[in-house]
Each structure stands twice: as C-alpha cells, then as structure tokens.
C-alpha cells in the first residue's frame, strides 16, 4: 500500500463482531488498494471486535485498526473525528457502517461522481449520499462533528450547510444491512437522545411543538404511518419533546446557524436541494459515464431516477 494513499474509508465500530468482519471485507476487498486506506476506529469494543481488527489488519495492508483512542471521547461524533485525524488521505469517505455490506464497486462509482462535481464547484465541499458520504480531509476537520449523544449527523448537516458546503446526492441503496435493527426500546432511546441533541445544537422548544401539531412530511428523517399511527406519534412526541428538552439543559450547548433553529427546517433544506444524479448533472454541467459504473453502481446513482 502507498503511505500517502489519496483516499481514507474512515469507519467507526463498537460491538459489532458479528458483522464487522464481512462488512469490511466488502470495503478493502473493492478498492484499489494504492488508492486507498480503510481506517477503523473503534469506541472501545467489549464483544471481541478488536480482535477480529487484530486480523484483519494483519490480513490487509491497506486497513488500519486504531485501538488506543476509545477513551478520548464518549460519542459516535468523537470517534468519527478520530477516524479524520488518523486519516492520511487527501479525500475521506465517513458514515460508512459496520453492520453494512457495501455493493461491489460501489465506492469508487460515488467518488467518480465527487470528482465530476468538483470539477464544477468551486468551493470545499461535503457529499452526502445514503450510507456514504466524502469530503476534502480538511474540509471534516475544519468542520467536525460534536460528540454529543444521537442524531450528530442532523448537527453537522446544519452546520455545512450554513457554509454552503453540503451538497445532498439522491440515489439508490449501496449496501444490505447485516442484520443488526434496534427493538422498540432501541427506538425510542435512539429517538429521545437525537432530540436532546436537537435542542444541545440550538433547535428551539417551541418550534419543536409547533412542528408536532403541524409540518410537511418530506420523510427524510420520517417514515410514513396511517393517519392512527400518526396520531399516536404526535402524542409520543409531544410528550418526549419537554422531557428531552429538560435533560439537555444541563448539557453543553451549541448555538445552530440561524436558518436552521426552527424544527423541521433542515429537513425542509435537504428536501428542497437534494438531487438524483441526472438532476445534478443538469444543474452543474457535467457528465458521468455510467456504462464504466459498476453493476450496482448503475442501478443505486444512474438507474434510480427512472425508478
């Protein structure tokens, strides 16, 4: 491997042994391996993950386990900053997942795409596609994420898209889960910390009722119910907003940029300036060849817009 690879595939773990190995696998074992780096950082795994990195490292020369920084931060959004200092490449792919399997030739088809944008923006600026996402190295560090408890992604996304630096690419699924789904007390703990951290990162109370009473759906961040289950919702959440909104108060607190302190207007934002891949091409003029995609690549970026 070179040691100045141009990509870093920076992935965060914790607990996962039971996936974690074949879900890297489908990384290292599709990329160009002088091109790119897999960096793993993991949060201080108890289930034999670290282990299992052990191997794998020794198996790969392009894949780094970083084992002696768990204790630096005690968030997802810590040890994804983590994975960005230990980064040596020019260009970091982040959000990756280790309960994932990723589609052969997947990523180097979304970095494909990076490069033709670049070529027409001229800014530093942030990917985001579903499960994927990549950016300029100093671009994540001059923006990172907060540690804080859930939702990070929500805060980040508000954050680059007060800078002009997030451009939102529609497409299709580049991966399969491998199994691991949260049962409904997962669900509703992963809901009640993304709302503490909604108001830590300067969302309003208010708006956040206000926006329980009444909002467009764009189901970005929602899933569609029936009309009972929606009913049921606005109750939950009526009750779960105070509550959350009382447990961040004693908690750092980030001022959010000021179009996006009114629940609802990220969502609203990404609805509004998302793109497929055709849309893009369009808009900034540029053009991929999809006949060089691979499989999955044409049908999760090219494909997906006639769908």
């Known amino acids: 491997m070179s040691s100045s690879p141009r990509y870093s595939i920076a992935v965060c773990n914790y607990n996962m042994a039971e996936t974690i ?41 392009n894949l780094r386990a970083v084992l002696d920084r768990s204790d630096e931060c005690d968030w997802l959004g810590g040890d994804r900053n983590i994975s960005f200092e230990e980064s040596r490449g020019e260009y970091v792919l982040e959000s990756l ?17 990076f490069h033709a944008l670049e070529a027409q923006v001229d800014r530093p600026f942030f990917l985001s596609g579903r499960g994927m996402n990549i950016a300029p ?23 680059l898209y007060a800078r002009d630096a997030l451009i939102w690419l529609d497409h299709g699924h580049v991966s ?12 509703i703990s992963r ?63 980030h001022e959010a940029p000021a179009e996006f302190r009114r629940k609802g207007a990220l969502e609203a934002r990404i609805a509004a300036t998302r793109m497929t891949l055709p849309e893009m091409e369009a808009h900034y003029g540029f053009e991929v060849d999809c006949d060089e995609f691979s499989e999955a690549g044409r049908k999760a970026f090219c494909e997906y817009a006639d769908t």
């Open 137 to 159: 190295r100093g671009l994540l560090l001059d923006v990172p994420y907060y540690d804080v408890g859930g939702a990070e992604d929500r805060d980040h996304w508000r954050r």
């Open 21 to 61: 190995e074949e879900s890297l696998r489908s990384m290292v074992e599709q990329v160009d391996e002088e091109l790119y780096e897999v960096v793993v950082v993991d949060g201080g795994s108890t289930d034999g993950s670290r282990d299992i990195l052990r191997e794998l490292e020794a198996e790969f020369d």
């Open 97 to 113: 997942d280790t309960d994932d399997y990723y589609h052969e030739g997947v990523i180097e088809d979304f970095v494909e795409i």
């Open 191 to 253: 809901d009640i910390h993304g709302k503490i951290t909604d108001f830590q990162s300067g969302v309003s109370f208010w708006s956040a009722i206000r926006w329980t009473l009444h909002h467009e759906h764009h189901y970005i961040f929602e899933r569609p119910r029936s009309l009972p289950r929606e009913v049921l919702k606005r109750l939950y959440d009526l009750a779960t907003f105070p509550y959350a909104y009382l447990k961040s108060l004693p908690l750092e607190r």
């Open 176 to 187: 399969d889960s491998l199994g691991y789904d949260f049962d409904l007390r997962g669900e």
